[in-house]
């Protein structure tokens, strides 16, 4: 019998995604039925994207997992009719992508660029950045994207400081863990990076209590996830001066309605969540071997722990 795999994402991904996985799946060997459209008591694998619009698991009778197209999976994970393994996106592309954005935007805050090539006013004021040595870059969240970015600033000679939920021992980085270890993040955040997952644990990380424990004129950048944040919050300190500069690319409503007061403010930056994407050529990789794993008896990579949300 055939191994069912239902591709269940918005329709313009599966001419990009179908020969991608027939081809990995082929290569591993297995006996395999991929569609978008398979009896849901027929389905073994659902590969998901929330852009499928696929709700409610019940009928999915002999589903052995579902694996997800993206990193961040806070619209599947609290869903109750799922009641099999989900696995999240791990993709080289992915992490090579948000490492180049996030570098990218803490160099540009580093060097002052927005001063000196944006504000073209005829004012000559040569102040010369410090050095990366000089320069205190806090992440917060050390997962798969996390890491990487901090070994890259690090490797840059960044000072980098890193906070997560478990202790972690990674060379070069200075690496904290619980609530003091996040208040002693704070307050040395030059330069602040999100690339914390969308929780109940994590949503409005931060907030006004926060926000104040930041050195005056920290600048934040955000690829993690809109509910980090409390906007009024962050507009606040933004109007105060305690938050210089704000790069935002992910937000609570997507796209960020033409309304919102980030698009005016002189302030922030606006991006429209485009830090990073899973890359398909890996990705779909990634998908497979998870599923020829699953069908070998080895266990799952990227299983989402459904306790925690991530
Ligand atoms: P991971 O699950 O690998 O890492 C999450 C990190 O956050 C871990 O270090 C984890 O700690 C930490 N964390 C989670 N909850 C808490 C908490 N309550 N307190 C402290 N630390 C916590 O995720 P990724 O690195 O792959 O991705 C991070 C996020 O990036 C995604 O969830 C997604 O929202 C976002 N993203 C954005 C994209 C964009 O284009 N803007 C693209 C892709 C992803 P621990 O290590 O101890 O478990």
Not at 28 to 38: E, P, S, V
Not at 74 to 81: D, L, R, S, V
Request: aromatic residues 6%; contains cysteine; negative net charge.
């Amino acid at each position: 019998m055939p191994v069912n795999v239902l591709f269940s994402a918005r329709p313009a991904l599966w001419p990009v995604y179908e020969p991608l996985l027939t081809k990995g799946l082929t290569e591993a060997g297995l006996d395999f039925h991929l569609a978008t459209d398979i009896d849901p008591d027929q389905v073994d694998y659902v590969v998901y994207a929330p852009s499928g619009g696929l709700l409610d698991f019940t009928p999915y009778t002999r589903l052995k997992a579902v694996l997800s197209l993206w990193a961040g999976v806070e619209k599947i994970a609290g869903n109750e009719t799922l009641t099999v393994p989900l696995a999240r996106m791990v993709d080289h592309g992915l992490t090579q992508g948000m490492t180049e954005w996030v570098v990218g935007h803490v160099l540009r805050y580093h060097l002052g660029m927005d001063q000196h090539i944006t504000v073209q006013d005829g004012v000559w004021t040569p102040d010369v950045p410090p050095l990366a040595p000089e320069r205190q870059v806090c992440i917060l969240g050390l997962g798969a994207l996390g890491q990487v970015a901090a070994r890259a600033l690090a490797a840059l000679n960044f000072d980098v400081t890193g906070w997560s939920r478990t202790a972690k021992d990674i060379p070069g980085i200075t690496c904290l863990h619980g609530d003091d270890g996040l208040h002693a993040t704070l307050a040395q955040a030059e330069i602040l990076v999100l690339l914390l997952p969308d929780t109940p644990a994590t949503e409005h990380i931060l907030n006004p209590d926060t926000l104040a424990l930041l050195p005056k004129g920290a600048c934040i950048i955000n690829p993690g996830r809109g509910p980090l944040i409390d906007d009024d919050a962050l507009l606040a300190a933004l109007n105060t001066g305690q938050v210089g500069h704000a790069t935002l690319d992910v937000f609570r409503v997507e796209p960020l309605p033409v309304d919102h007061p980030y698009w005016a403010h002189p302030n922030v930056t606006v991006t429209p969540h485009i830090a990073s994407e899973t890359r398909p050529v890996t990705a779909a990789q990634v998908i497979c071997d998870n599923i020829r794993r699953s069908e070998a008896g080895e266990p799952f990579l990227h299983l989402v722990d459904r306790s925690l949300g991530y």
